[in-house]
Every structure is written in structure tokens, then in C-alpha cells.
């Protein structure tokens, strides 16, 4: 199934959100509630592409079958209409390429592969690795960089000796280093997206195509309106929505981690898709009542 969203600027859309996986009561996947959180992200939040199995799906906590379950389920939901990429990244090679290759059969648009985790690797493993995945499927890969959770950053020049796979076409910045990332964007063809919604903004400024989101679960619509506004040359009103939106990015991002409180959000707003799994937890009832008191601020709508 081909991309329905996929430009040479912009490989996997722009405004993608990394979607949470619903679990029911006694912690199973539900897979139609994730069928139509899907189309609910797409059609009113205008998502043109969504991350499926990342962290903020709790990808550590789900199988390889559940990851296979959910992907089939959100093509079938949006496949048509938004890229659908599959999170695919572990900390054994040999597994993610097991994964990459269980996602490419699924029908999957491309991967998303985050720097190996705990066992830290050095620049030439981390090399390897993301090349290995990249060589087992034919489909465009993502690099996730993210050192806050892998304990290791891609180098600069890791980077750009890995631009040099033709697969290899974007990156996911959670790192935060927007000089590193602008050198990378100048010396290569490696697009940018935003892993850090508090850095939406900035990101665009400095050439990014677009944000691979948690808060797009709520304020999607708003951060689309963003993108366009900043790639009209309306900066001012740009920055008009990224200051709306400040409270609600503090409210998810900034208590007690992205996955607990925007599932904790989406039930908030007459969404709810269930608890976490362990050893994540629910959101408190301080934490909620601070949460609802942001999504109000940030001008979200709340269920009655």
C-alpha cells in the first residue's frame, strides 16, 4: 500500500501524531477502540500520518503479535488517507529487523527505529544497526534520536554517514539540539521532524518538515493550522498558536510522562481508551486536576 501523504519534503506527512494503544479494563488490547482512535486522529485532528507502536503506544509492554494487530488494524482505518509508520526500534538487531520485516507484510507505509536502548552502544554499532534495519525491507525508515531514553545520542556525523542510505530519510528529533540538527540538514537530504512538541516551533524555524506529536492527540488541528501558518510566511500567527498551545504541552508533557497523561487527556475530552500497562501507572487525581486546568488554558474542549 502505497503512502498517501508521502512528498521527497515531507517522506511521511507532516503532522503525525505517535498514537497511544488502547488496552480495556483487565489490560487487553483493544483493537476497535484503536481502530477508531485512528480515524478520530485523521479526520478531526487532522493528522496526515500516525506513529503506531512508538513509546507513547507503550511499545515496551506489547508483543510483536499485538504490534502486528494494531498496524493491520490502523491501515485498515486510514491506510487510504494519512501514513501510517510502524514503530519497529528494540535494543537487539536482529529483533527489530524481525519487526521491520513483520511490518513491511503488514502493509505498513515506513518504519520508525529509535536509537538501541540501555546496552548504549557506540557510533559504529549504532551505524550498524539502523543500516541493518534499513537493508531487510524496502520501506523508508525513520531514525528516532532520543538519548533522554536511550542513554546515547546519534553523532552529527553518524548521521550524515547514514544519509547516505537511500532508505534512510528522516529523523525524529527528541534530542533537542537544534544547531546539530541544522548542521545535518545542511550537509544532507535527511528531513526533520520535531520529537519534542515544546519545540514545535522552533523546530520549523530552522527547516524541520513537520512534528511526530503526543499532544496531537487533542490539539492536532491546531499544531496542522501552525505548520501551514509558518510555511505561508504568516510567522506571527504561528507563534500566536504555539503560545495558545504552551499550557497544554505543559499540562501532558511535564507531570507525570506523555503516555500516562494524554491517555489521562483523551478521557478528559470524552475519549477514554483505557489504563496503562504495567509498570506504567494512571494519572493521579492531583495530576488529572492539574491536567484538566492546562487543557482548559490551552483552549481544549472537555467532555461534560
Not at 75 to 89: F, H, I, K, P, Q
Not at 170 to 199: C, R, W
Request: with cysteine; charged share 20%.
Amino acid at each position: 500500500m502505497a503512502s498517501p501523504s508521502r512528498t521527497a519534503e515531507a517522506p511521511f506527512g507532516r503532522m503525525l501524531t505517535a498514537m497511544v494503544t488502547p488496552f480495556t479494563a483487565d489490560g487487553a488490547v483493544d483493537y476497535d477502540a484503536a481502530r477508531s482512535l485512528a480515524a478520530y486522529l485523521v479526520d478531526e485532528q487532522r493528522n496526515d500520518g500516525l506513529i503506531v507502536s512508538g513509546t507513547t503506544g507503550e511499545s515496551p509492554t506489547t508483543s510483536d503479535a499485538e504490534k502486528e494487530g494494531l498496524l493491520r488494524v490502523v491501515l485498515e482505518a486510514v491506510g487510504d488517507r494519512a501514513t501510517v509508520v510502524a514503530g519497529v526500534g528494540s535494543n537487539d538487531t536482529h529483533h527489530t529487523i524481525e519487526l521491520a520485516r513483520q511490518a513491511e507484510r503488514a502493509g505498513a507505509h515506513g518504519l520508525l527505529v529509535v536509537t538501541p536502548y540501555y546496552n548504549k552502544p557506540p557510533q559504529e554499532g549504532l551505524y550498524r544497526h539502523f543500516a541493518a534495519v534499513a537493508d531487510a525491507t524496502a520501506l523508508p525508515v525513520m531514525l528516532y534520536d532520543i538519548p533522554g531514553r536511550a542513554g546515547v545520542p546519534i553523532h552529527t556525523d553518524t548521521l550524515i554517514r547514514l544519509s547516505q542510505h537511500e532508505r534512510i530519510v528522516a529523523v525524529k528529533d527528541a534530542k533537542g539540539d537544534l544547531f546539530a540538527g541544522s548542521t545535518v540538514m545542511t550537509a544532507t537530504d535527511l528531513v526533520f521532524y520535531s520529537g519534542d512538541d515544546a519545540l514545535n516551533l522552533p523546530w520549523l524555524s530552522v527547516g524541520a518538515a513537520g512534528f511526530v506529536s503526543v499532544v496531537g492527540h487533542v490539539v492536532g488541528a491546531e499544531l496542522a493550522t501552525m505548520i501551514e501558518l509558518h510555511r505561508a510566511g504568516e510567522v506571527a500567527e504561528a507563534t500566536a498558536v504555539h503560545r495558545q498551545l504552551l499550557p497544554v504541552i505543559d499540562g501532558i508533557m511535564n507531570r507525570a510522562g506523555g503516555a500516562i497523561m494524554v491517555k489521562a487527556a483523551l478521557s478528559l475530552t470524552g475519549r477514554p481508551v483505557g489504563p496503562m500497562r504495567p509498570p506504567l501507572v494512571e494519572a493521579t487525581s492531583v495530576q488529572i486536576a492539574e491536567l484538566r486546568a492546562c487543557l482548559v488554558a490551552g483552549g481544549v474542549k472537555l467532555a461534560d
